[in-house]
């Protein structure tokens, strides 16, 4: 078979790389000199922490701008910094993301048009109305950060399995060319994701640079647990102890439990004497839910009914062994 240039023309550019790239069981353009970083391991990983993100994140989203939102996740993909940004439309709403305590600085973009509606949502309006495609101004800035700050918060809670990260709003850009937030060949993982608000519908893309991102991913994958989930682990496990102790248990003192026929309850007036079967030798039964832990002996401190706690006695039956 003969191939012709026009069979071998790279795969277009803007928005029909991302699709290209989701598309299955369909040949897809490789370039050797950036090689696959992002395994299906990773990927898999990711998916599921951004599945429970995008559902977090539309339920926020619902409840501060009063009317329904959407969320669905697209796909997630690595691109060049460089193909990433020429896949973006001029305008769009882009906030400039930076997570400690990784290095790095990331993007979280929709449509302009949309990030307008959830202005007017906010401000009471409809959200139905044509919308400016131009620059916000600086009440407008100060309005969207809420939204925006709720979306990283939910993004930060659905990374943790993953990662710890606390995302921090450096600022909004608007042409996707002037955001040089990483060099132009360096590797990103996207994810993109469905986003209606109302009856506007855009893509909504999450990036974070690779590279301090790969060790966590590599840990997330591997079958034994990292050093730091070992650290996170033995704290979970301390400070688990620590509230165990304080937990506050009612503790009882009692005689061995005695077995009355029911007939002989029913039948109990005052003045009448029930024998219990505990020697008077023997020590009382400390209790808590009704297990033993054990004995003590009657005795008083302070003008007040005391229990001494003392050893175990030899042979002494439990609870469930008293007849």
């Known amino acids: 078979m003969t191939v012709t240039l026009a069979d071998a023309a790279p795969a277009p550019r803007g928005a029909a790389l991302m699709a290209s790239r989701r598309r299955r069981g369909e040949a897809?353009?490789?370039?050797?000199?950036?090689?696959?970083?992002l395994s299906r391991d990773h990927v898999r990983?990711?998916?599921?922490?951004?599945?429970?993100?995008?559902?977090?994140?539309?339920?926020?989203?619902?409840?501060?701008?009063?009317?329904?939102?959407?969320?669905?996740?697209?796909?997630?993909?690595?691109?060049?910094?460089?193909?990433?940004?020429?896949?973006?439309?001029?305008?769009?709403?882009?906030?400039?993301?930076?997570?400690?305590?990784?290095?790095?600085?990331?993007?979280?973009?929709?449509?302009?048009?949309?990030?307008?509606?959830?202005?007017?949502?906010?401000?009471?309006?409809?959200?139905?109305?044509?919308?400016?495609?131009?620059?916000?101004?600086?009440?407008?800035?100060r309005l969207t950060r809420y939204p925006v700050e709720r979306v990283l918060h939910e993004l930060a809670l659905a990374l943790r399995p993953i990662v710890r990260v606390d995302f921090g709003l450096e600022g909004f850009e608007y042409n996707p060319h002037l955001a040089q937030l990483a060099v132009g060949s360096e590797t990103v993982v996207v994810a993109s994701f469905s986003l209606s608000l109302g009856d506007r519908v855009t893509e909504a893309t999450v990036m974070l640079p690779f590279a301090p991102l790969a060790p966590a991913l590599h840990d997330a994958t591997s079958p034994q647990l990292s050093s730091q989930a070992q650290r996170e682990r033995t704290q979970a496990t301390a400070?688990?102890?620590?509230?165990?102790?304080?937990?506050?248990?009612?503790?009882?003192?009692?005689?061995?439990?005695?077995?009355?026929?029911?007939?002989?309850?029913?039948?109990?007036?005052?003045?009448?004497?029930?024998?219990?079967?505990?020697?008077?030798?023997?020590?009382?039964?400390?209790?808590?839910?009704?297990?033993?832990?054990?004995?003590?002996?009657?005795?008083?401190?302070?003008?007040?009914?005391?229990?001494?706690?003392?050893?175990?006695?030899?042979?002494?039956?439990?609870?469930?062994?008293?007849?």
């Not at 897809?28 to 970083?37: C, G, L, M, V």
């Not at 003045?271 to 008077?280: K, Q, T």
Request: charged share 20%.
């Open 28 to 37: 897809r353009s490789y370039d050797f000199r950036r090689p696959t970083k």
């Open 239 to 323: 400070l688990l102890s620590a509230r165990l102790g304080a937990v506050p248990v009612e503790v009882n003192a009692r005689f061995r439990p005695l077995r009355v026929p029911s007939a002989d309850l029913l039948t109990l007036a005052v003045g009448d004497v029930l024998l219990l079967r505990h020697p008077r030798d023997s020590p009382l039964e400390v209790t808590t839910n009704d297990v033993v832990f054990a004995h003590a002996v009657a005795g008083n401190h302070r003008r007040r009914l005391a229990a001494e706690i003392v050893a175990t006695p030899t042979g002494t039956p439990t609870s469930k062994d008293t007849p």
């Open 45 to 141: 990983v990711l998916h599921n922490a951004l599945e429970t993100f995008a559902r977090q994140c539309a339920t926020n989203l619902t409840q501060v701008l009063r009317t329904e939102v959407k969320l669905e996740l697209g796909g997630i993909d690595q691109f060049a910094y460089d193909d990433y940004v020429e896949h973006l439309d001029n305008p769009v709403f882009m906030s400039v993301l930076s997570f400690e305590p990784l290095e790095g600085r990331g993007l979280l973009t929709w449509s302009l048009d949309v990030a307008m509606a959830m202005i007017d949502q906010l401000l009471g309006g409809s959200g139905a109305a044509d919308q400016p495609q131009r620059p916000m101004t600086g009440m407008e800035t």
